[in-house]
Each structure stands twice: as structure tokens, then as C-alpha cells.
């Protein structure tokens, strides 16, 4: 039977649509579980890789492709070649950009992408791993040699690497409840601040099935976006995230009422 052209762009598409839901499968479910990768980007790469793999790709196959062209195989492999590339390219800058690991220090989190860490400088081997769905919890520890810890921030203060993305200072999450219940964000003040704010903390909380002070409050800051990471109040460990901005200082103050 001979494959018309608009029957080769037709399976080009379904094709092509194919190998695209697969790769978003690994992107979505593997590299960026939820929140991740609202928080840290990616959109522009994607777009480029869609547009490639399910729109130049077929189009092109609709405007070259005729049966008994002359040339007709070569054209066809220029064009899967070049979704290919399209796909590898992509791939490799999403995945690198993914989050390895999110960081613990004081009194935030940080999504910490794949490039930037050096990860033969990991001390512990429950923190090395070949493979895995979404990003490691791990929490900084400073030197306890005071000198190290002068000599580290005035490094950090001439514009070498914060501490959150030096591995060698990493060591597994061990919530301290104590020290982060005096930190946590003063969600309540946020709620009061913005309305936007006080919808999506009240459906996290109703999703949840439960009261404002069931949770701690931390912020989570990615290459795109912040927001708050919610711990359970009785063993530190994540327990969801709200999309809202953590900063207090942030939200527009109200001014205060004088009394009459």
C-alpha cells in the first residue's frame, strides 16, 4: 500500500507525540516530582524540544514528503536526526538542571540542581546514589573550627560558592525540632497579608486534613521560583508544599489601627 502524505505525517505525529509523553513521563514523574518543576524552571527548554519533536518534525515530513521523490530516504533521516538532537539536547540540559539534592541550612531550603554539585565530594553514602525519583533531603554542617567558619563565609563574602552548594558539607537531614520551631515562617502573618495567600494555606490544610499548627514553615528556594515547604511539627519531615511566596517582608504591611 502506498503511504500518502498526509498518512506519513499522520504516523510522523503519533510517532513523534509518542517519544515526547514518554520523555515528559521521566521529566514529570523521575527528575521533577512535584513542586520541582515549578520551582526550578525548565519551560524555556521544553518549548523547544516540543516545538522540534511534535511541530517542525511532522510539518516538515507534510511539505517533503512524496511518494517516489527522489532523495525521499534522506530527507526522512534528516528530519529524524534532527528531533533526535532536538531530544538529547534537551534531555541533557533538563536533567542537569534537575534537583539532586534539597538543602537544609538554618532556616531555609534550597533545591540545589544536578550541575552544581561535585558529587565526589560527598562524605556519606546514604547521600550517593546513581538513580533515584526526585531530589535527596540533606542539611549543611559548618566546620566546628571557628577559623573554618571565618574562613568559609569571608570566601563566601568574595563570591565563591554559598554553602548549600559545597557537598563536602553535607550530611544526611536530622531535623533539629527545637532550633527550626523558633524559625519557622510566621505563616499566620502571611495569611493576614494576602488574600491569595490565605486561600491556597487553607486548601493545603484542608487537603491535608489538618491545623495550621500541625506544620512547620520553611521556605524552598529554586532557580525559578520560591515557596513554602510545610514539615510535620512532630518529626521535621516534608509533609507538602504551598505555592506562595515565604518572604514575610514581601507582603504589603497593613497599616496599623490606632486605637480611638
Known sequence: ??????????LHLIISSTIFLLFLAIM???????PYFEVDGGWQV?????????????????????????????????????????????GKVIYQEHP??????????????????EFDKLKYPELKRSFGIGPLLAQTRLPDDSKLREQLLFAVLEGEKDVEYRAE???????????????????QKIAASDAMAKAKIAAFLAQQGGQIGDYLYFPLKGKNKDMVMALSARDG????????????????????????
Do not use: H
Request: glycine share 6%; with cysteine; proline share 12%.
Open 100 to 117: 539532586a539534592f534539597v538543602v537544609f541550612g538554618v532556616d531555609r531550603f534550597s533545591s540545589i540542581p544536578t550541575a552544581d554539585i
Open 46 to 90: 521544553l518549548q523547544i524540544v516540543a516545538g522540534v519533536d511534535l511541530v517542525l518534525g511532522p510539518l516538515l515530513t507534510l511539505i517533503l514528503f512524496k511518494p517516489g521523490k527522489p532523495g525521499l530516504k534522506f530527507d526522512m533521516t534528516c528530519i529524524a536526526l534532527m528531533q533526535i538532537a532536538a531530544i538529547l539536547y534537551g
Open 169 to 187: 558539607f553535607y550530611e544526611p537531614y536530622k531535623p533539629d525540632l527545637s532550633a527550626m520551631r523558633s524559625r519557622s515562617i510566621p505563616i
Open 1 to 10: 500500500m502506498t503511504i500518502t502524505r498526509l498518512r506519513a505525517f499522520t
Open 28 to 34: 514529570f514523574f523521575v527528575w521533577y516530582p512535584p
Open 237 to 260: 519531615m516534608p509533609a507538602g508544599f504551598i505555592s506562595i511566596n515565604p518572604w514575610l517582608s514581601e507582603y504589603p504591611r497593613k497599616p496599623q489601627q490606632t486605637p480611638p
